[in-house]
């Protein structure tokens, strides 16, 4: 433990609107430090963690993701997340993620073909993670999607190779923990909300976890996840070993 | 030489196409319940300079790989014509 604060970078696109809800949690909720990264800079002002928010970059235009990920402040955020450093995608931070290949897959139109805005649940599938160990085993989480391509899609290799090293982080399910019914909002694959990367830095997520992290809100479990990739920096800073994504499951 | 290539990308067979099924739906609302299948796309244009139509087709095909489309779930397929300069 070290009283260093986290220093949070949020990359702001044209069209993303998530970014500061992603700020205000860094800053005023955790009380960590926090910075905008604009998508034509070319530094990450040595930040410890990236988060790429929530909105619509680039209109959307071509695919949910695809132009962002040609902008110069991502050519930077490939090169941090190949290095090891923290990397959390939201929502189109995700869809983002996939197309700089970061992680593997893509988020396909909602089945249903409607912008679907609501409270879901998940399911926590690995705390291992930089992300997620604060959070119990299989435990259910209260927190909102807001999105119209959220639907996971891989083809069953990769599927396989995911659920074999545990890397589905997050999955949809019912209040009470369970599959089927309408717990899954999307049509999403194997009930993906979130996911890692092999090495355990980057997560991609189509919840929104900086949504229900203020308690003048009314939800909080969010919040867990911020702490964690805090706590997470907080032992790199002291120079112990960085927490992965490999270890057992559940 | 100027060249025009005309890309058509789709959606792959094995992903389901939701707004290609709500379209076949209302053409059959129609009448037209002749209609097997409908499946989206996109249609893309790009004008630009290459020194041979080989080296067009080249550049075209990395635009396609590297941007237009998305492998995972998207086919594409493109025509090149020489414009006249």
């Given amino acids: ?250 | 030489m100027k060249f025009l290539s005309r890309v058509t990308i789709t959606l792959r067979k094995s992903i389901l196409d939701p707004q290609g099924k709500a379209v076949h739906h209302a053409v059959e609302s129609l009448g037209m319940k002749q209609v097997r299948d409908v499946r989206m796309g996109k249609y893309v244009e790009v004008r630009f300079e290459a020194p041979s139509e080989s080296e067009a087709r080249s550049a075209t095909e990395e635009m396609c790989r590297k941007l237009l489309a998305n492998p995972v779930m998207e086919d594409f397929r493109f025509e090149i014509e020489k414009m006249e300069s």
């Fill in chain 1, 1 to 250: 433990m070290t009283d260093r604060k986290v220093k949070f970078g949020v990359v702001v696109f044209p069209g993303s609107n998530c970014d500061h809800d992603a700020y205000y949690v860094c800053k005023k909720v955790l009380n960590q430090n926090a910075v905008f990264l604009w998508h034509k800079d070319a530094g990450l002002k040595d930040v410890d963690v990236v988060i790429l928010p929530g909105g619509f970059s680039y209109g959307d235009y071509l695919r949910c993701g695809a132009i962002a990920r040609c902008s110069p402040i991502m050519q930077e955020v490939i090169r941090f997340a190949n290095e090891g450093g923290t990397v959390l995608g939201i929502c189109n931070g995700f869809q983002v993620l996939v197309e700089a290949g970061l992680l593997p897959g893509v988020l396909l139109r909602n089945a249903s073909l409607k912008f679907v805005c609501k409270f879901v649940h998940l399911r926590v599938e690995n705390r291992t993670t930089r992300f997620t160990h604060l959070y119990k085993d299989n435990e259910v989480l209260a927190i909102p999607i807001a999105h119209g391509d959220g639907n996971y899609f891989t083809d069953q290799e990769t599927l396989a190779e995911l659920e074999e090293n545990n890397r589905i982080v997050f999955r949809y399910c019912d209040a009470s923990g369970g599959d089927g019914g309408d717990a899954n909002p999307n049509g999403s694959l194997a009930n993906i909300a979130g996911i890692v990367n092999a090495e355990g830095n980057v997560l991609g997520m189509m919840p929104h976890p900086e949504r229900a992290s203020d308690p003048v809100l009314g939800y909080t479990d969010g919040r867990r996840l911020f702490a964690g990739i805090i706590e997470s920096a907080w032992s790199r800073f002291a120079g112990s070993i960085p927490i992965s994504a490999s270890g057992g499951r559940r």
